[in-house]
């Protein structure tokens, strides 16, 4: 199962992609863990990607692109994977299409939660109050002052992703406002569809 999960910050991509993790056993590869884990670590690409993350901007693609690849192919991927943050532009949308045809391979399924700005920058910040009452650190990038620049971001260079997959006839759009459970039995039907087409 090869899966795209598109939707602006805060759409809860992360959330449903790890209890997909759970029921079909294939990672979730979210290019936004896998950047901050490089800030971490301060390797050479965390520390190109920081700044640029912490202003709410999108890292370069040619950086995505190029860590995706790596991991697409480790073994745990052999089986699929559910792409959570990424392609977040046209170019890398690009770029997934022309890894998966060298690895003879082909996409499931590409299915957008759909949510009210509003919502969207409630649930960020709600997100980061949580994490500061909890003594958790805070992601720079949830900042009320930051979010909003990350959905100005989405609209510029991730939106035009659902017709590129509109277009291929592969998007399937659903209500990311409805709770958490109600999405995910959403998302299991599409899949269902998908797996039992295969
Ligand atoms: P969100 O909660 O906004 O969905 P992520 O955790 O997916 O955030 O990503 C956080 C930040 O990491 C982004 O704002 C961006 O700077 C960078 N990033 C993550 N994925 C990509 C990508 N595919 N292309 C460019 N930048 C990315």
Do not use: W
Not at 34 to 41: D, G
Not at 162 to 183: C, H, I, N, Q, R
């Amino acid at each position: 199962m090869r899966l795209i999960l598109l939707g602006p910050p805060g759409a809860g991509k992360g959330t449903q992609a790890q209890r997909l993790v759970d029921k079909y056993g294939i990672p979730q590869l979210s290019t936004g863990d896998m950047l901050r884990a490089a800030v971490k670590a301060g390797t050479p690409v965390g520390l190109k990607a920081k700044a640029v993350m912490e202003a709410g901007e999108l890292v370069s693609d040619a950086i995505v692109n190029a860590i995706v690849a790596e991991r697409f192919d480790q073994p745990d991927c052999a089986n699929g994977f559910i792409l959570d943050g990424y392609p977040r532009t046209l170019a890398q949308a690009d770029a997934v299409q022309a890894m998966l045809s060298e690895r003879h391979a082909e996409l499931d399924a590409v299915i957008e939660l759909v949510v009210d700005d509003k919502i969207l920058l409630q649930r960020i910040a709600e997100r980061a109050e949580k994490a500061k009452a909890a003594g958790q650190p805070v992601r720079k990038d949830d900042d009320p002052t930051i979010a909003p620049e990350r959905l100005r971001e989405y609209y510029k260079k991730t939106a035009p992703l659902t017709g590129y997959y509109y277009a291929k006839g592969m998007l399937e759009s659903l209500d990311g406002m409805a709770d958490v459970d109600t999405v995910t039995a959403a998302i299991e039907g599409i899949l269902g569809k998908v797996v039992k087409a295969a």
